[in-house]
């Protein structure tokens, strides 16, 4: 069975991926006691941040940066629906929390904060 044993290096990727794979939704999604939709977009933040600084961190493999990369990718084609449904903007901004202030301190275009604020108002004016 010797020949099935990993090597240093490949102990290192191991260790290096377990990092990398302790980034788990449900903890983002978990933090409040009832998951709503004004959860979503906190979470995908969160989770893209840390995508992000792990594809910088030169220390890992760039076999883990290069599979995180794509991760990335895949998160950002599903946080991009988000833009295509009113719904998680009303959620936002209706959240007691949130409202416009999150878009405002996480450095949303402000065009995109004042269709968002729009929507929220033709919903409920």
């Not at 906190?42 to 076999?63: C, G, H, V």
């Not at 883990?64 to 959620?91: C, G, P, Q």
């Amino acid at each position: 069975l010797r020949q099935f044993e990993l090597s240093s290096d490949e102990w290192r990727i191991v260790r290096q991926l377990t990092t990398v794979l302790k980034v788990d939704a449900t903890e983002f999604f978990s933090r409040d006691n009832a998951p709503n939709l004004a959860t979503v977009i906190p979470a995908m933040d969160d989770i893209d941040e840390t995508f992000t600084n792990f594809i910088q961190d030169k220390s890992l493999d760039p076999a883990i940066r290069a599979a995180v990369s794509i991760a990335k990718k895949t998160l950002n084609r599903y946080y991009d629906k988000t833009d295509h449904s009113e719904v998680y903007r009303i959620a936002m901004i209706l959240h007691p929390r949130h409202k416009l202030s999150y878009f405002e301190s996480a450095g949303w275009d402000k065009e995109w904060i004042d269709t968002a604020n729009g929507i929220c108002r033709e919903e409920f004016e």
